[in-house]
């Protein structure tokens, strides 16, 4: 495994930067703050799609099924709860729902799972957006108005940091290990089902998570919102933007192209998804393994081969 | 004593008999060679035997404990480990590990404390592969593949190996080698069932060899009868062949 590991005062950067981000909101304006919270929202859930779907290579298209059930859990609950059980019910029912989906859809592979992830989260938006028209007679909520960056902030802190502990683990070694050769794996005592079910649901959770912090920065949201298939598609963009071999992948994916997303949004209005399309047809092209692939290569530049050990 | 006891086992696929009714026993500390033409089943029993698809009817038996129908990753960590006939490294894992994470996981907690482990470095140094310590698992030679093959398998600390063609396309030398590290295991307490097309090895190395045709064992025994067997020479070369 090309682990790849900081050493002396770098290791202590990401903490730093952590630190660091927590004082933004006393000096930026508004508008950075928010840019911010989207860029840290876009890192937490490039990270989390990468830690099951980029390690085992079973492409989940359905990051906007569990943000979306943590954005309605918050328009749920959110009024009525303390804002930090509200997160702890968007995790648990994440976790149990994405573990319950999993059984079932991981006996598939390849197109055929990221087809039937894509559609679970189609089938949720339309089963709320049902309900909402022929139950309840309504149409969307209203969301709890809270400051979402620090909530955003600690769970994408907290998120990083367990996922590179998991990484270390049993469960992270097994998932490489069913991502390089799932034959291999399972002939070799991985029990293959239970891992992919536990990190599918742990990826999951995390998906969950950031969609109940995130929800209330809306206002007002319905299932279209909460449930947009750029909440499933962009995860995996940026993952493979990055680099899927390391988790610095996800994190530059998701800040180059939240950052870009928005610098076209903001000066070609009607233009940007044919520029950025564009953009990633060629970098894609240019860099199959994303712009972080050449890091793993033998010889990084300033880091140090990690030791060796589990 | 029996390790390994396989009873009427059949295989179907479809409308295809891959296995039919075939009976066997492997006494611990035998090196069995299984042999037979192309389609025989071979790598189907192999398949059943360690748990990648279940048997159709029959029942297996190993150490005494039915494992009929056991999971794979179950099979493996009771004892029975299996190299493959295409070998399947982790491609972006390093040779080291490769064997480290199959270590982490081939082996029941407490079948591991009592037996001498074997070390990832140890097993290395055995296989030839400490130099390709760092090598990718993309980057490896055939013979380096079957080397780390074995490997692996090893590190689980079996009981019962089964080996698919580990000689498959290597050279005189290297052929000679694996006869010798097949030897070695032996006699380091390990029961060895293998497949393999190159008779002369394998009639060199194998305490008993049993032969497949068409789904049906067809002859079992020492590797000097068995050659002479009729029918066995008629599923490799045609009836035409066989001496009046």
Redesign the interface.
């Known amino acids: ?2 682990r790849i590991r900081l050493t002396g005062i770098g290791k202590y950067s990401p903490f730093g930067a952590f630190v660091a981000l927590a004082f933004v909101p006393s000096f930026a304006g508004d508008y950075y703050t928010a840019l911010l919270t989207s860029v840290l929202c876009w890192i937490g859930l490039a990270v989390s799609w990468h830690f099951f779907s980029g390690t085992t290579k079973y492409v989940s298209l359905g990051t906007a099924a569990f943000f979306g059930i943590g954005v309605y859990i918050t328009a749920i609950f959110g009024m009525s709860l303390p804002f930090p059980v509200v997160l702890l019910i968007a995790a648990a029912i994440s976790f149990v729902f994405a573990a319950g989906v999993g059984v079932v859809a991981l006996r598939l592979k390849g197109i055929y799972f990221a087809i039937l992830t894509f559609g679970l989260a189609e089938l949720l938006s339309n089963a709320i957006l049902f309900w909402e028209n022929q139950v309840s007679g309504t149409r969307g909520r209203f969301v709890v108005s809270i400051d979402v960056y620090y909530p955003i902030l600690g769970i994408t802190f907290i998120l990083l940091v367990v996922i590179l502990a998991l990484r270390r683990t ?1 469960l992270g ?2 998932l ?2 069913i991502g ?2 799932e ?10 089902t239970l891992y992919k079910v536990l990190g599918f649901a742990t990826s999951s959770m995390f998906m969950g998570l950031l969609g109940a912090a995130f929800a209330p920065r809306w206002g007002y949201i319905d299932s279209s919102m909460a449930f947009n298939p750029l909440y499933s598609f962009m995860p995996a963009i940026m993952t493979l933007f990055g680099g899927a ?1 390391w988790i610095i992948g996800p994190i530059v994916g998701a800040v180059v192209i939240s950052l870009l997303q928005e610098y076209l949004l903001t000066t070609f209005k009607d233009y940007f998804m044919i520029i950025l399309g564009g953009i990633l047809v060629i970098v894609i092209l240019a860099l199959p393994q994303g712009m972080t692939g050449k890091l793993l290569t033998r010889r990084p530049l300033f880091v140090k081969r990690a030791k ?1 050990g ?1 | 004593m029996e390790l390994l006891e396989a009873r009427g086992i059949t295989k179907r696929f479809g409308g295809l008999v891959a296995l039919q009714d075939v009976d066997f026993d492997i006494l611990e500390g035998e090196i069995v060679g299984l042999l037979g033409p192309n389609g025989a089943g071979k790598t189907t029993l192999f398949n059943v035997i360690a748990g990648t698809f279940p048997p159709t009817s029959g029942t297996i038996k190993f150490a005494g404990k039915q494992i009929t129908g056991l999971k794979p990753h179950k099979i493996c960590r009771l004892g029975i480990a299996r190299t493959f006939q295409i070998p399947k490294p982790f491609p972006t894992m390093d040779v080291y590990h490769n064997i480290l994470a199959v270590s982490a996981f081939g082996c029941d907690k407490n079948r591991r404390d009592h037996h001498e482990r074997r070390q990832v470095g140890e097993v290395m140094e055995q296989f030839g592969l400490a130099e390709k310590k760092n090598a990718l698992g993309s980057e490896l030679a055939v013979f380096e593949l079957r080397m780390l093959e074995i490997a692996r398998a090893l590190v689980t600390q079996p009981r019962l190996l089964l080996l698919d063609e580990v000689m498959a396309g290597l050279n005189p030398k290297e052929t000679r080698e694996i006869s010798h590290i097949v030897r070695r295991l032996r006699q380091e307490g390990i029961t060895i069932l293998m497949i393999e097309h190159n008779m002369r090895a394998t009639m060199g190395v194998s305490d008993r060899v049993m032969v497949l045709d068409q789904g049906m064992k067809i002859a079992d025994g020492k590797p000097e009868e068995v050659c002479k067997d009729c029918r066995v020479v008629e599923a490799y070369l045609g009836e035409p062949y066989v001496a009046g």
Not at chain 1, 183 to 190: D, I, P, T
């Open positions: 495994m090309n049993k070694l097994g490489r290990m390089e050769s034959e291999a794996a399972r002939h070799f005592g991985v029990s293959t071999g060796r589990v």
